[in-house]
């Protein structure tokens, strides 16, 4: 088998690397084969191509782990076919078995020149980075060194990078009034996900979330999922600055959904650029606060003298990085707060983060506009630490009864309804309940839910409800022509006129809720009890008769046992509110005996 069938072509040929800058996008093929040589030993060959060489170093120890590097011979070049090779070299250079450890796989070149490369894995939803260089400093000229850069805590360079999100105070939108001051600033939020920058003198902005990856357990790198980031060379005056902000996508200018944003930032490099080209979105970047700047940590500086250097790091950076909208008197801030709330903020329908002057701190308050949406409950789950075996944690909802269970509500309950709910599920299982979200995801499920009250009308509560609204109206009216009955019972031409009229339309009614008093029960109170109290805040006794029939009549005649609903009963209060006025004009006190 000759050399160049193994993908030899020519013994000792080194190229030089391709010089790539920052500005350049470069991808090459990268693979790692373990080679059993007969004369070298068991090591592994790593090699990236161009489409036109296969580049090629001998790693005896394979792949460094994060922040730690080994030794790397430059071989000879290789063709690009011998990439995927696996098989017998039976004689000759390479003697022995040749087997795939890893790939072929794409990889992005960051940089590149003659005795350096650095690339990032970008298949991969966590990308690896590393650097291949041949140190000057070694005699020999083949030998170089790997050295596995992906940021994680670990590292010195980025054991600053915080790991975890402020904890915001909230207040909610209805109160937003109170805070409006001139002592204050409003910056609008962003419906996007929370993203530390760091920047290093010469490298490009790393981009990271501050939680960790379930994967791998390493930081959350976004860096290379935001076009033109990795173009950017962070000038000295911005090194060991940090700071916090939001990650974006923008389509024709308006803020593309969440859940849109976690589809492209959950992607792999290779897919979430695919996506993003696809859909013609524009990835931004939006700061609002300092960790560091200049490499001294500000975070008890105040708010106000932050942003202004905020300011300053902003202006070094090109579009993709932009501030907020920013409010510093109450006429801007209560002007921000409606375009947001009224829809016509092209990036946010969240709301606005508000931060005092001169705090040093960082934990604005956060006012978020949150819309309602009905949701059935399904089932609940047990509450954990301090509510474990006292109450629920929370409820399985779906958007129909017996619809597919999309997710959880588990937070805005008191704990007294928390304890009710645990020891009585029945009583909650099938209602219908209102709960303040985020957005909604095109499958149905809620962002963010928090349970806001339950729906009387809907649900199981709604035939429930109807029952008790039927025995409202018949027991009110009942007990209604009962305290009424005795100034009906005088001959007419000694009534009042509009008693005398109210009196006949309460007989109507008489007859046809008598025979009904039991179905009031449901209620657990006593009509009586409320008609005295009602009648005795009237001063004029004949003016409590009118009020009695109107209401007594008024609710047997609009009722309906099918229709039953929140205008019978504004329709009889209307009635004896009339009937209260017009007895006041037409009433004998002479009758103040029948009311005691």
Known sequence: MSQEIIGLPEFGKKTDLPKVGLSEKVDMDFVLQEHDAHRAGKHFDLRLSDGDTAFSWAVKKGLPTPGNMHLAIRQSDHSPDYMG??????????????????????????????????????????????????????????????????????????????????????????????????????????????????????????LFSYRKSQKSGRLINHTYKVPGNEVINVPKELDGTIARGEVYGEYKGKSIPASKLGGILNSSIDNALKKLEDNKVDMKIMLFDLIKYKGKDVRNEKYEDRLKMLEEVNKKLPDIYHLPDIAKDKRSQKRLFEKIKSGKHNKTKEGVMVWGKDQRDDRPTKIKIRPDYDVHIREFFEGNGRLAGKGVGGFSYSLTPNGEILGRVGTGFSDKLRKEMRDNPDKFIGRVARVNALDQFPRGVLRAPAFKDFHLEKGKMEKESKINLKAFFRGFANELIKQSSMSYTKEPKELGFFEDIMGRISRVGDSSNRKNDSLWNPLNWTPAHGIDAYTSTISNPAASGGVGAALGGLASVLYDPDKIGWHNLIGALAGGAGGAALSQFYGKPKYSKHFK
């Open 85 to 206: 090779y696996t098989g017998t070299i039976a004689s000759g250079y390479g003697k022995g078995e040749v087997s795939t450890k890893r790939g072929i796989e794409k990889v992005f070149i960051n940089k590149s020149d003659k005795d350096k490369i650095k690339f990032t894995f970008s298949s991969k939803q966590d990308p690896e980075e590393y650097v291949l260089f041949n140190p000057s400093k070694f005699a020999e000229k083949d030998d170089w060194l790997i050295s596995n850069v992906t940021p994680t805590r670990n590292m010195v360079k980025y054991d600053d990078v915080p790991d975890a999100k402020p904890v915001y105070k909230n207040k909610s939108a209805d109160r937003v009034e109170e805070v409006y001051s001139d002592d204050s600033i409003f910056t609008n939020k962003i419906d996007g996900a929370h993203i530390i920058t760091k920047f290093s003198a010469g490298d490009i902005p790393k």
